[in-house]
């Protein structure tokens, strides 16, 4: 028996004990008065004999492939494998892709000798999980059922459960949260074993690439992870700043303050498109179109050093991404600023243009304030953008038109190797994941504090 | 508006400041127009580009070539090819030899690798079709390989020009729309690869996506909107809510590979995974955008239905929620038109493999239409240039539609109260 069996049990158990307290009340309706209507005591029992029993399940099959696992491994025929942990793990994972018929064959001959073991553990820890589960699902129906009357108050108990649900649905957001703290954290902390974090934190050298013979102690590259740093605000904190700062604000002056209603209720939608599009569409358009322009007017310049995968290209068409980001962020805030403010103004003979630079920008400039930064942590961690146009170079330099890379493009990197889960090379895509993970984290609350405070400033 | 007043007196210098000022208000004016004008500018230039590359991709070039099967050296037995092996068969089959001694007998030695693996696919089918072709010599229209195809649309290399030109002269070269773009997967030649699998992985993914997000968005938005009481707890909620909202997708990434794939040990690169990773980024999305929905419906809904007797549940299931649906389901559109276009998590959790057959299901390997367009966006072959246009076209219109549908939805249905 699988899980998957038993969870078809455990629901059909619920949609009978569902019928079943249906055709209860109903039955009792003919003679009295119910306090809940017969769909009540229905979803009641429906409720109580599949939310258990489906929780066991979900906390069961984590553990059931832990269980399966030891069990295999402590048979004779576990007993032989490589102590290895790589090898081993391959050869596990592949005897259980062949037991459960995802895979034909293994690469290991070892594998095809554990896979009777497997299923015949998989069987028995599935028999006795489910199982209980099954039992679980009929003593709470049972229990659920034995309670049907008149007098009882189904609809109370059903919205109970449904308020539990509710609590746990808002938990995940908690959840994830933590889930990527404690990930990240425990993989950079593995790393940090590795590397010492004064290293990682100032030093300018960056080349991961392992060492010439991989037996050398202390031999990985170097992890010093300024110049990703740098990169990373230089494309996007600068760059694309400088375009889309001036841009998105005229934009959304213009469109709040002059445009035409119909004019705005068409630009309105297209800035949105722009938003829409995918960032692999914006890296595609950089790399292939954007960057060779960029190359030829340094060299026409008379900048030699030139490159073709320029930190120029990549933030200009970051920039034009984050355009509408600004521009709505800004068009929010303005739209905040009290209306007698501006009248105030236009009555004391002050132009519409100084009316906004003078009174409505100052007014609105926390708002806009939080929305740049929100803007900037939004392009930090922009990834394919610079994947695709940015260079790999881990370079300390502020010409825009040299080659300069990013942590995004550094995480893309050293996780799309070939993969070894506990070198040096890989830990470190976790550590840049947490920093970058903690940089966006500090501008995100410090944005939405500023936006808040200011609209409670307004209201 | 000064020439509109009755004739005051004003002082010459405050003539000139006036005018200063006004100048200024038509700069700043124009510095307005111009920045909207240039970012739709870069929107027209960024899709017409697109469009112009990438609409060469859904035609291909067709070649005529003149087959004899009887005196080829195709070993095939025609009624294998009717049997259910049909494909393993025609794999079997050396097609590809006999196309290149058909090519260079009919165009010169040249031509020997005119054709690719998108004319043996072709040639194979239509052995399947109609297995009496082994006994004709024939004349059929099949699709050039990548470097003729590329040197008829735009420029090639100077031998595949050559072959072009004398293959005009002798109108045995067509142009016909390449369907086999949209029902093929990826393939090595460029002139053979499609994008369905990359589409179906699209669709299984977003379909585990929503699944999840959205049911678990909308009752978290309902709790907090509807029954919090502000403490520490929600506090806590609100504040990791907003802030996921705006974590890089790339973060994601990291923790489906950490948490579903080393942790759990789900299949890698699988819609399954894809799925989960993409759900946990849209979900607080979604319970913004369904908060906002929950309090704009105003409360005399809610007062209404208490005053009737509805208990508080009733009250948000059967009033709050159906009248805040069509904002909600607005911004569940938008937060999936974001996840079908995201690609660094999906990277992250090993969806970069080549996989030349379409996912049968949420486990299976799959590949996603932005990673495709990624990945081909990596080769060197130039056929691929335009199939990477191609394929961006298709997300872009699959972005607009979603995009148009949540427009379309927000200005038909939500109400203003």
Redesign the interface.
Known sequence: MSLTIALAAVLAVAAIAGWLGFSRASRLRGTTRLHSLPVYHAAYAAMWAALPALLLLAIWS?VQ?RLVEQAVLASPEGRVLPAFDMQRESIL?EAKGMASG?IESGFNPESSTLVPRFTEAETRFATIGGGIAILLAFASAAFALRRTSAQFRA??G??RW??V???A??????L??L??LL??M??SLRFFKLVPVNEFLFGTQWSPQMALRPDQAGSSGAFGSIPLFWGTVFIGAIIAMIVAI??????A???T???HPRVRSW?K??????A??????????A???VAPHVRDFGLAIGITSASSESALAAGLVMG?MI??FI?SMADDSIAAVPQAMRDGSLAMGA????T??RVVLPAALPGVVGGVL?AV??A?????IV??AAGLAANMSANPFASVTTV?TQ??QL??GDQE?DSAKTLA??AL?LA??LI??VL??IA?TVVRRYREAYE | MSSGAPARRVSPSKDSRLRKRYAAERRFRLAGLFAVGLSAFFLAFLLVNMAWKGLGGFTQYQAAIAIDFPRSDLILDPTAIKGPDAEVVIAGADIEGVLAKAASATFGPAAENMFGAAAVRSVGRQLVRDPGLLNRSVTLWLPVGSKVDVAAKQEGDAASEKLVEQLKAKSALRRTINRDFLLESDATDPSAVGIWGALKGTFLTIMVTMLLAFPVGVLAAVYLEEFATRNRWTDAIEVSINNLAAVPSIIFGLLGLAVFLNVMHLPRSAPLVGGLTLALMTMPVIVIASRNAITSVPPSIRDAALGVGASKMQVVFHHVLPLALPGILTGTIIGMARALGETAPLLMIGMRAFIAAPAHGITDPSSVLPVQIFLWSDEVDRGFVEKTSAAIIVLLLFMLLMNGLAIYLRNRFEQRW
């Open positions: 984590p492939s994972s995802d609809r109370t059903v919205e449904l308020m649900v509710l609590v649905a808002s938990l995940i957001a908690i994830t949260t889930g990527i990930s990240l425990f993989e001036p841009l998105g604000l005229m934009s002056i213009y469109l303050q002059y445009a630009m939608p297209m800035l949105e498109i722009l829409g599009v995918p960032t692999v569409v914006y890296g595609y358009f790399a292939l179109t034009i355009i509408p521009s132009t519409k243009s100084e906004i630079r929100l942590s939004r930090i961690g922009e990834t394919m994947v695709m995004t995480i893309v996780l799309t889960f895509a976790f994941g970058l993970f966006t984290l995100n609350l939405l």
